[in-house]
């Protein structure tokens, strides 16, 4: 499973942690990625997106309309 944004391509970067004593270690920043349900072309999708992507409004997301109660007569 790739930790990659289906809009922007965003992708997990490598790097140093430097500490205070100036020694390097490798690292790891990871995008926040967050799985939406969307609708694209009519059909429904599940995407891994951004949240920057998602408060910029790229995606939409799908919104479950709940279903009216019918009422039981008795």
Partial sequence: M???CDVCGKHPIHGNKVSNS???TRRQWKPNLVK???T???TT???KVCTH???SG???KKVNV???AVAEAK
Avoid: A, D, E, W
Wanted: aromatic share 8%.
């Fill in 53 to 55: 992507c998602l408060r």
């Fill in 2 to 4: 790739s930790r990659t």
């Fill in 66 to 68: 709940p279903k009216p």
């Fill in 22 to 24: 100036y020694n390097h």
């Fill in 36 to 38: 939406v349900k969307t």
């Fill in 58 to 60: 790229f995606i939409t």
């Fill in 40 to 42: 694209i072309g009519g």
């Fill in 45 to 47: 999708l599940t995407l």
